[in-house]
């Protein structure tokens, strides 16, 4: 029996009916990824960790990939694959590395053959005796600004362009969405137009250059008519390792648990829409200027 679908063209005059038959075929050809898959880098701890818990526990359908450079480190992901064992894959994955982005994408391609979400977690802002928030340009160094540029940007466009293939298979399959998503953690700090204080320079210009990669990535996905999303997310202050040295600032009612920053996140991925592609969401669904 032949399958059909129609050409592209028809695509383009009824997105829905083409949508509503891609559906059918999915929900009746016996793949077992109802619920999604997911994948979460930098998910050994934080935002990233937070990130897998809730996607297990909220949804008891859903798929996740876990990377992180020492899974063997990771005990809270080592504890939720105690819990989860079937529901839940931890891969090795080194953003410096890209042969371990590749690792990754075979893995999922070889098991699920393709992704629905894409959140990219990971990032740096201060590691004792390497890298500290510079307080004025005097105190600007070239390994700084080269180290936070390659983890806050580089890396997650990578991740993107070699999970890419996974994305525009999954689309929305599985999930309530009709397109699939990339989600890039970023940082209001990282924000041109919103840019009053100064300081930060490997921070803030790492998080730009994450902003502008993702806008540059989101445009040629619908370009080309992928069935893909990117968006970027500011998730706050949160109270974790990475914002720690610095919290002695933050306002009362601003330093925000993980549980309720992931909580409020995926809140956004999940009501995302197609108008939503290349858009920077804080954690309250306002937009933050570029």
Known sequence: MKLWLPKSHAFMAAPLAFRS???????????????????????????????????????????????????????????????????????????????TIEASAKFIREKYGSLNLLINASGILSIPNVLQPETTLSKVERSSLMLAYEVNAVGPILAIKHMWPLLKAGGGFGTERDVAVVANLSARVGSIGDNHLGGWHSYRSSKAALNQLTKTVSVEFARKRDPIICILLHPGTVDTD????????????????????????LSIINNAKSHDNGKFFAWDGQEIPW
Do not use: Y
Request: proline share 4%.
């Open 242 to 265: 990475l914002s720690k040295p610095f919290q002695r600032n933050v306002p009362d009612g601003k330093l925000f648990t993980k549980e309720f920053s992931v909580q409020q996140l």
């Open 21 to 99: 038959i891609r559906r059918a075929c999915f929900a009746s050809s016996g793949l077992k990824w109802e619920g999604g898959v997911s994948m979460v880098q930098g998910a050994s701890r934080g935002i990233g960790l937070e990130f897998v818990k809730q996607l297990l526990e909220k949804n008891d359908k859903g798929h996740v990939i876990a990377t992180c450079r020492n899974p063997n480190g990771a005990t809270g992901l080592v504890d939720l694959k105690n819990k989860f064992a079937e529901r839940l894959n931890i891969m090795p994955l080194d953003l410096t590395i890209e042969s």
